[in-house]
């Protein structure tokens, strides 16, 4: 089980996106914890809609079993070329 939480719903592009993620149960140990920013793109016609997702890019936040119930801070800077 994990929570997390972001600071705001809106960022700028030119300021990091920031929060916290909280392992609060987990039967097995944990190797690592990524987070995934993905770009999903909607095109829709007469025959209904399509969505595409891509990888803009991945981070590892922590490494190893991390304590159950401590906030881990989240800091994602939006790369320049791959945001819209």
Do not use: W
């Amino acid at each position: 089980c994990i929570r997390g939480t972001f600071r705001s719903l809106e960022c700028p592009l030119k300021s990091p996106l920031g929060g916290e993620v909280v392992v609060e149960r987990c039967s097995v140990p944990i190797r690592s914890i990524e987070l995934q920013l993905l770009r999903v793109e909607t095109c829709g016609c007469a025959e209904g809609y399509s969505k595409d997702e891509t990888e803009v890019q991945n981070i590892q936040i922590a490494e190893g079993d991390v304590p159950r119930g401590l906030p881990i801070p989240t800091v994602m800077v939006f790369p320049r070329l791959f945001s819209c």
